[in-house]
């Protein structure tokens, strides 16, 4: 049964322009932050600081996402660990980078760059709504392996792309320039350096009218 529900996040909603914008739903549950992206742009996340190719290790496939958002969802316990396609469209072949694997607990996360440390894996993902979008899930302590369901191919809006083993871990996607428009309240909050919970498939965005 599909737990991440995309009810709210599939039909279009009206803008005084008279043009159309599709929403963004939530890949998961998590606790949210949204942060611009930009060349020298160094993200904080609970006491971590890290770049878009340090989290990639790819710089031409980094440098595609300059000026766009990165949305950053953190895990904990007490969340549901399984993650789904925000969009339909079609996906590359997962790419898996090793490391080694520490706890995302906030207390843990002083003196060790998780994005760089941890073990993850990204997905390329071509949508039809919001273009080229990226999707890294990335494990935490008790994460021996990030489980994702498909090879590369067609993808459906809210059809569950994997799961994580065991405890909080963290799935982070990132839209290219003009791609999406985070909510505004999302944006206010993070500036304000807190984050916002989400359940899977509620809305985080929109396309640009």
């Known amino acids: 049964m599909n737990r991440c529900s995309t ?7 009206p803008e005084r322009s008279g043009r159309k914008t599709v929403p963004s739903p939530s890949p998961c549950d998590g606790k949210l932050t949204v942060f611009p992206i930009t060349p020298d742009a160094q993200f904080t996340v609970k006491g971590q600081i890290y770049t878009l190719n340090r989290l990639l290790r790819d710089e031409n496939l980094a440098n595609q996402f ?58 390329v993902l071509h949508t039809d709504h919001f273009g ?30 994997g799961r994580f083993e065991f405890g909080g871990s963290t799935v982070i996607v990132l839209f290219q320039k003009d791609a999406v428009r985070p909510d505004p309240a ?7 350096d807190q984050e916002t919970p989400v359940q899977c498939g509620a809305v985080i965005g929109h396309t640009n009218p």
């Open 7 to 13: 009810g709210r996040s599939t039909s279009s909603s």
């Open 66 to 123: 300059q000026g766009g958002y990165c949305f950053i969802f953190r895990l904990t316990v007490d969340d549901y660990h399984r993650y789904h396609y925000l969009d339909s469209g079609t996906k590359e072949e997962d790419v898996f980078l090793s490391g080694k694997l520490h706890t995302v607990r906030p207390i843990a996360l002083l003196n060790c760059p998780v994005f760089c440390e941890n073990s993850r894996a990204y997905t």
């Open 132 to 161: 080229q979008v990226v999707q890294v899930e990335v494990g935490a302590l008790l994460v021996g392996r990030i489980c994702n369901l498909h090879g590369a191919g067609p993808i459906q809006r809210g059809a569950e792309k």
């Open 186 to 192: 999302l944006l206010a909050r993070t500036a304000a």
